[in-house]
């Protein structure tokens, strides 16, 4: 067991540890700071308006022995923390309409840090929040438990973030791909599913795809595994690294279309583009416009493409290798969808797709896609449907 004390200090002081560097997150154990603008505004209007905030949870975790000067962990209020930072920063304004108090949203509207008057940034420096101060004498593992005590009002740890708390050189490596500008340019994962590090296991099977190929991953066996092997003497690290980057580089070379885009935003189709971008590693297979081009077609016939359809009296040739690709790939992205064979099923058909389309294959496409849309239109009015 560990003691712990009750304290309470004011923005200016937890700002100054926060900026020198004294009072830092452990990315390794928690969830991921991820609060949407209206969580950041509303916390900063209780502020302003004097009201309580919940507790916060220190820990000084290690102290210099030469200097004295000691590190302490935010074990929880990361992102309140964070949020009054940012604020302090001049990185968000107060929107008017995500404010609550009538009063708040007259003075306050639109207003950076910067814009409020010298009394209410005064208040603001002041505002005394309450911390608890847990025992130096706490070891990690205490502190972890702790962590997964508080959260479980919240909700139970999922898969990935039980295996964040088991520190390691595979679980680094998976944390700092997730925090590749891409994820969140496109938009690739929501709020919820980043506070869940749902982008820090897709970066894990990333890894496992470069490494091993394509897997099943029909349950949490092989990141496990991973994490556990390569928790450290990862020999392979950087090598590993450097070629997801330049993965996910090639991969932001196809987000030429809204189109492509709203496609890639189902895992499903990233981690198959991800295959065949790997494919494209291991034979120098540079990206051109025809391939993009290719892309943006198949997603363009996958669009109005259903199992329902059936062209087998109407399609010529052509149309019909189309189509048989298309319909295998939909019906691989309908269910058991990390299965090995649904994967591979995925990989070749998105590949040929890219790769192997000749000039006859590309003259179908528009007769295949007029086609596909007419019987979709057709299945639509159909009243028996």
Same mark, same amino acid.
Request: proline share 2%.
């Given at each position: 067991?560990?003691?712990?004390?009750?304290?309470?200090?004011?923005?200016?002081?937890?700002?100054?540890?926060?900026?020198?560097?004294?009072?830092?997150?452990?990315?390794?154990?928690?969830?991921?700071?991820?609060?949407?603008?209206?969580?950041?505004?509303?916390?900063?209007?209780?502020?302003?308006?004097? !009201?309580?905030?919940?507790?916060?949870?220190?820990?000084?975790?290690?102290?210099?022995?030469e200097?004295?000067?000691?590190?302490?962990?935010?074990?929880?209020?990361?992102?309140?923390?964070?949020?009054?930072?940012?604020?302090?920063?001049?990185?968000?304004?107060?929107?008017?309409?995500?404010?609550?108090?009538?009063?708040?949203?007259?003075?306050?509207?639109?207003?950076?840090?910067?814009?409020?008057?010298?009394?209410?940034?005064?208040?603001?420096?002041?505002?005394?929040?309450?911390?608890?101060?847990?025992?130096?004498?706490?070891?990690?593992?205490?502190?972890?438990?702790?962590?997964?005590?508080?959260? !479980?009002?919240?909700?139970?740890?999922?898969?990935?973030?039980?295996?964040?708390?088991?520190?390691?050189?595979?679980?680094?490596?998976?944390?700092?791909?997730?925090?590749?500008?891409?994820?969140e340019?496109?938009?690739?994962?929501?709020?919820?599913?980043?506070?869940?590090?749902?982008?820090?296991?897709?970066?894990?099977?990333?890894?496992?795809?470069?490494?091993?190929?394509?897997?099943?991953?029909t349950?949490?066996?092989?990141?496990?595994?991973?994490?556990?092997?390569?928790?450290?003497?990862?020999?392979?690290?950087e090598?590993?690294?450097?070629?997801?980057?330049?993965?996910i580089?090639?991969?932001?070379l196809?987000?030429?279309?809204?189109?492509?885009?709203?496609?890639?935003?189902?895992?499903?189709?990233?981690?198959?583009?991800?295959?065949?971008?790997?494919?494209?590693?291991?034979?120098?297979?540079?990206?051109?416009?025809?391939?993009?081009?290719?892309?943006?077609?198949?997603?363009?016939?996958y669009?109005?493409?259903?199992?329902?359809?059936?062209?087998?009296?109407?399609?010529?040739?052509?149309?019909?290798?189309?189509?048989?690709?298309?319909?295998?790939?939909?019906?691989?992205?309908?269910?058991?969808?990390?299965?090995?064979?649904?994967?591979?099923?995925?990989?070749?058909?998105?590949?040929?797709?890219?790769f192997?389309?000749?000039?006859?294959?590309?003259?179908?496409?528009?007769?295949?896609?007029?086609?596909?849309?007419?019987?979709?239109?057709?299945?639509?009015?159909?009243?028996?449907?």
């Amino acid at each position: 067991m560990f003691n712990f004390t009750d304290t309470r200090k004011t923005i200016n002081e937890i700002s100054t540890m926060f900026s020198d560097g004294s009072l830092v997150v452990d990315n390794t154990y928690q969830r991921r700071s991820v609060w949407s603008e209206k969580d950041k505004i509303r916390l900063v209007e209780t502020i302003l308006l004097k !009201l309580i905030i919940p507790v916060l949870f220190f820990w000084k975790a290690e102290t210099d022995p030469e200097t004295g000067i000691s590190t302490t962990h935010i074990v929880d209020g990361q992102q309140r923390i964070k949020a009054i930072y940012s604020f302090i920063e001049n990185e968000f304004k107060l929107k008017p309409q995500y404010l609550l108090d009538k009063t708040a949203r007259e003075k306050y509207g639109n207003k950076y840090f910067r814009d409020l008057d010298q009394e209410d940034k005064k208040a603001f420096w002041n505002y005394q929040l309450m911390v608890i101060d847990i025992d130096p004498q706490a070891t990690r593992e205490d502190i972890i438990t702790m962590f997964n005590r508080l959260n !479980l009002t919240d909700y139970s740890l999922n898969d990935q973030e039980k295996r964040n708390s088991v520190s390691g050189e595979f679980a680094s490596l998976a944390r700092e791909l997730s925090e590749i500008p891409i994820w969140e340019e496109r938009h690739l994962f929501t709020i919820p599913d980043v506070r869940r590090m749902k982008d820090v296991e897709f970066c894990a099977s990333l890894v496992l795809l470069y490494r091993k190929g394509i897997i099943d991953q029909t349950d949490q066996s092989a990141l496990n595994n991973a994490y556990e092997e390569l928790q450290s003497g990862y020999s392979d690290a950087e090598t590993d690294k450097q070629a997801v980057i330049d993965a996910i580089n090639t991969v932001s070379l196809f987000f030429v279309s809204d189109e492509v885009t709203k496609f890639l935003k189902k895992k499903t189709q990233l981690y198959t583009l991800f295959s065949v971008v790997f494919y494209m590693q291991r034979n120098s297979i540079s990206v051109i416009d025809e391939h993009t081009k290719n892309l943006c077609n198949f997603v363009r016939l996958y669009s109005v493409f259903s199992n329902d359809i059936d062209l087998v009296d109407t399609a010529t040739d052509p149309e019909k290798t189309l189509f048989d690709w298309l319909k295998k790939y939909k019906l691989a992205s309908s269910e058991g969808l990390n299965k090995h064979t649904n994967r591979m099923i995925r990989f070749n058909v998105l590949k040929d797709f890219l790769f192997n389309i000749d000039q006859s294959l590309i003259d179908a496409e528009g007769t295949l896609y007029n086609k596909l849309l007419a019987s979709e239109s057709a299945i639509n009015e159909d009243p028996e449907e």
